[in-house]
């Protein structure tokens, strides 16, 4: 029997490497597949069922806060000098219409912020998108095709530095509301609303300079933080952003919940509902 050999020229031809994956696919893990498929026997699902209602319902009231409650209900984002923290810095040209809440020009960066935030996307990965929706459950196998963060939508998360560096300008206009705020028609005052303005953006704070970006922006890419005098600050200020890092969830779920109730307290106070014992001097 003659065997057909391959010409000469293509046996000394070095194998073509393979070609990497344009984008990588998600690895199929250890897990069991199929939806909530698992060996764990710890209540797994309660983090993902809170972070869903959480975070869904202040989706929800930031929505309804920022563009239904003053244009449909008249109820005031503003009352006695205290500003809503969705509307800061407000942006209120003549020319907007009445419709038109001047809390989208400005909410889109917190929100931005939020949205591409590390903790944040694993949160809504597996409380909304259940992949997965827990360490070890098993997911839906339509995320077969899922290609990471490295793909149209996903690779869009990475815009997040960009929306941190964004993120400090409503957060210095609202430091700027709450001083202002102790003033109000020549009367200095310390209210509860005042009070709960300056933790809001406290938390506010926290949660900015926790972020996992912030702290490479002060400590990443270095090789030596001993070589210099500068380095050694840089060094020192890192260590800083890594003990706010180590918090961070907690930064995200109380400056999260601070911004809801201020901005509540400041609409029932607008209405009525409440009033604002202060001290005045
Ligand atoms: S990682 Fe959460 S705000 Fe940057």
């Given at each position: 029997m003659t065997s057909i050999a391959p010409p000469a020229a293509q046996l000394d031809r070095p194998a073509s490497p393979a070609r990497p994956p344009a984008s990588p696919i998600k690895p199929t893990g250890t897990a069991r597949q199929?939806?909530?498929?698992?060996?764990?026997?710890?209540?797994?699902?309660i983090e993902p069922t809170i972070v869903a209602i959480g975070f869904g319902a202040f989706i929800l009231y930031s929505l309804f806060s920022s563009l239904v409650w003053e244009p449909?209900?008249?109820?005031?984002?503003?009352a006695q000098g205290y500003l809503s923290p969705f509307f800061s810095p407000l942006i209120k040209p003549d020319?907007?219409?009445?419709?038109?809440?001047?809390?989208i020009l400005i909410l889109w960066i917190p929100l931005g912020f939020r949205t591409t935030c590390y903790y944040y996307r694993k949160a809504y990965y597996r409380?909304?998108?259940?992949?997965?929706?827990?360490?070890a459950v098993g997911e839906p196998t339509?995320?077969?095709r899922y290609r990471l963060e490295a793909a149209f939508p996903f690779i869009l998360q990475n815009i997040h530095r960009y929306f941190l560096y964004l993120a400090f300008i409503p957060l210095f206009f609202l430091w700027l509301d709450a001083f202002l705020a102790l003033r109000q028609e020549g009367v200095w005052r310390i209210g509860v609303i005042g009070a709960l303005m300056f933790l809001n953006v406290a938390l506010l704070t926290g949660y900015s300079l926790s972020c996992h970006s912030f702290r490479h922006v002060i400590?990443?890419?270095?090789?030596?933080?001993?070589?210099s005098r500068g380095a050694l600050l840089r060094y020192r200020a890192w260590e800083r952003a890594t003990w706010l890092n180590i918090h961070h969830l907690r930064w995200a779920w109380a400056s999260l919940i601070s911004v809801a109730v201020t901005d509540l307290l400041i609409r029932l106070l607008a209405i009525g509902v409440i009033g604002d014992p202060a001290l005045r001097f």
């Open positions: 199929g939806l909530f498929a698992t060996r764990r026997p710890d209540a797994w699902w449909v209900f008249h109820v005031p984002y503003e020319w907007l219409p009445w419709w038109f809440s001047p809390a409380a909304y998108f259940v992949d997965p929706p827990a360490c339509i995320h077969s400590g990443g890419k270095m090789d030596c933080f001993s070589c």
